[in-house]
Structures are given as structure tokens and as C-alpha cells.
């Protein structure tokens, strides 16, 4: 049987300025697989997932997102594409001002789908935080809240949507190795839970051995190397067991 791949990408390019920065990525993403990608900082692992959810325009090469090559979307049939991917940005991105409640509603209204059906936002809200395990902070302010379950808040307000594909954007940074491996764990159990397809960028060697089935390291604008995280741990190129020590 055929894998189904929810992303592919052939040949990307994108320089800024004088300075290349993605320099000929391919990547198949399989549907229900979770892909750890490793890389020295300023490698253009975030541009990378920047290019797939359209924030940034590559120079050249495809995306195929489930089955739509994103290039030759108009802005409405990206806007519907990017409902199916949820994007959880490094910091987690919750806005100060607003209660956790309302920092999850804020996506669903923006989908206008259930403008004006109050109760069964109230019911997706409850749900993705008890999915999350933080049901308790439903009226608590970003404020109270500590830095894991702030990524906690903004993991639900990504499952929300139910995106069919994650992107994660060093998901357990800033945390003590407890949290992490929470959030690691909670990973794991969404992509059974979901099904969802996820990329999760992170230099949490203990998070890609959690999360992925498959890791891919990210070498100056390319990818150098991929495998299992057991596969990668027992390679004797100095590159990749660096990060094994
Ligand atoms: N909008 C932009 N304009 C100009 N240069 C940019 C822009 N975004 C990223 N870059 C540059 O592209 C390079 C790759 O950045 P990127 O954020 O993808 O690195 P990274 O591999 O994710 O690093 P880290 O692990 O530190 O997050 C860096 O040199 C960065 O300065």
C-alpha cells in the first residue's frame, strides 16, 4: 500500500537577501507520523515550518499540503488550508489581556463556522482543556499560570480546530526536564488521540525520542541525515552523534 503523505516538499529554496538560508529541503510527512527535526540554531528549521503554513514565501520548489500544492492556492483556499494545520509558535503565543477561556475561543470565532452557537463553543473549549489535563485554569489569566501550563493552554488552542497537522516550534524549550516530559508525553497522546501528523522542531534530544518515529537533522540548509531515533543514537558520523552525548 502506498503511504500517504500529508506534506511534500521538493527542492525548497529561500535565501534573504544575499544570504540562502533553505538550500534544496525535501521532506515527506506520512499521515500519523510525528517527524523531530534537529539542527544547530540559525539552521532554518522555524523558516522551514514558516514556508509550510504560508507565513513565508520559498523562492522556489513545491509544498504539497494534503494533496494542494501551496503555491498555486489563491489567499481564500490557503485561508481553508491553514484551518487543517495548527502551528504552536515557541513561546505559546497566548494574548495577556484575555482569560485562558477566552484565548481559546478567540480561533474558533475566527472560523465564523459556529458564530452565534455558544453552548457548543463552551463544549469545545472544556474539551480541548481537558485534553490538556488544565480544565481547573479555564477563568485564570496567562498571568497565573506557569510556563508549562502556558504551552498546556496553547497546545488546546491548537487542538481546538483539530488540525490535521501540528507544527511545533521547540515545544518543551524553557521548561524543567518534568514539564518537558510532560509536554513530550502530551504530544504523543494527542497524535493517538487525533490522528494528527506533526512536525516538532526541538533540541530536546529526550522530546524526539518521546514524540517521533522518525528524527531528520538539519544541516546548514539541508537535511543531513535521517532515522529512528535508536538508528541516529548508534550512527558513528561525528555530526549526528553530537547529539547523542
Ligand atoms: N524574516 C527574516 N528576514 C531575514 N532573515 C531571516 C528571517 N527569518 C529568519 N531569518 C534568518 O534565517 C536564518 C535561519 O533562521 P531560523 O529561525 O529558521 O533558524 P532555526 O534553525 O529555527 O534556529 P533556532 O534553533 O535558533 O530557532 C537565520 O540566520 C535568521 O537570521
Given at each position: ?9 521538493r527542492?525548497?529554496k529561500?535565501?534573504?537577501?544575499a ?5 534544496g ?9 510525528n517527524i ?13 515550518i ?14 504539497k ?17 491553514r484551518?487543517k ?10 494574548y ?7 484565548n481559546?475561543e478567540?480561533?474558533v ?9 455558544k453552548?457548543?463553543v ?9 485534553n ?6 479555564i ?7 506557569s ?6 493552554v496553547g ?8 488540525p490535521r497537522?501540528i507544527?511545533?516550534d521547540?515545544?518543551?524549550t524553557?521548561?524543567?526536564?518534568v514539564s518537558?516530559?510532560?509536554i513530550?508525553?502530551?504530544?504523543l ?7 494528527t501528523?506533526?512536525?516538532?522542531i526541538?533540541?530536546?534530544?529526550k522530546c ?9 537533522l538539519m544541516?546548514?540548509?539541508?537535511f ?6 535508536n ?13 547523542f552525548k
Amino acid at each position: 500500500m502506498k503511504t500517504e503523505n500529508v506534506i511534500e516538499i521538493r527542492n525548497l529554496k529561500k535565501a534573504f537577501g544575499a544570504t540562502p538560508v533553505l538550500k534544496g529541503i525535501d521532506l515527506d510527512l506520512h499521515n500519523g507520523e510525528n517527524i523531530a527535526i534537529l539542527g544547530q540554531s540559525g539552521t532554518g528549521k522555524s523558516v522551514l515550518i514558516k514556508c509550510i503554513v504560508g507565513l513565508i514565501t520559498a523562492d522556489s520548489g513545491t509544498i504539497k499540503v494534503i494533496e494542494k500544492d501551496l503555491l498555486d492556492l489563491n489567499n481564500a483556499e490557503l485561508a481553508e488550508l491553514r484551518q487543517k494545520i495548527g502551528y504552536l509558535f515557541q513561546g505559546g503565543a497566548l494574548y495577556d489581556s484575555m482569560t485562558v477561556r477566552q484565548n481559546l475561543e478567540f480561533p474558533v470565532r475566527r472560523t465564523q463556522i459556529l458564530k452565534g452557537k455558544k453552548n457548543e463553543v463552551n463544549d469545545m473549549v472544556k474539551e480541548a482543556l481537558e485534553n490538556v489535563g488544565l480544565l481547573d485554569a479555564i477563568d485564570k489569566m496567562p498571568s497565573e499560570l506557569s510556563g508549562g501550563m502556558k504551552k498546556r493552554v496553547g497546545l488546546a488552542r491548537t487542538l481546538i480546530l483539530k488540525p490535521r497537522i501540528i507544527l511545533y516550534d521547540e515545544p518543551t524549550t524553557g521548561l524543567d526536564p518534568v514539564s518537558s516530559g510532560e509536554i513530550s508525553e502530551l504530544i504523543l497522546e494527542v497524535q493517538e488521540k487525533y490522528n494528527t501528523s506533526s512536525i516538532i522542531i526541538t533540541h530536546d534530544m529526550k522530546c524526539a525520542e518521546i514524540t517521533a518515529n522518525r528524527l531528520k537533522l538539519m544541516v546548514d540548509g539541508k537535511f543531513y541525515s535521517e532515522g529512528t531515533f535508536n538508528e541516529l543514537k548508534e550512527s558513528d558520523d561525528k555530526k549526528i552523534n553530537a547529539y547523542f552525548k
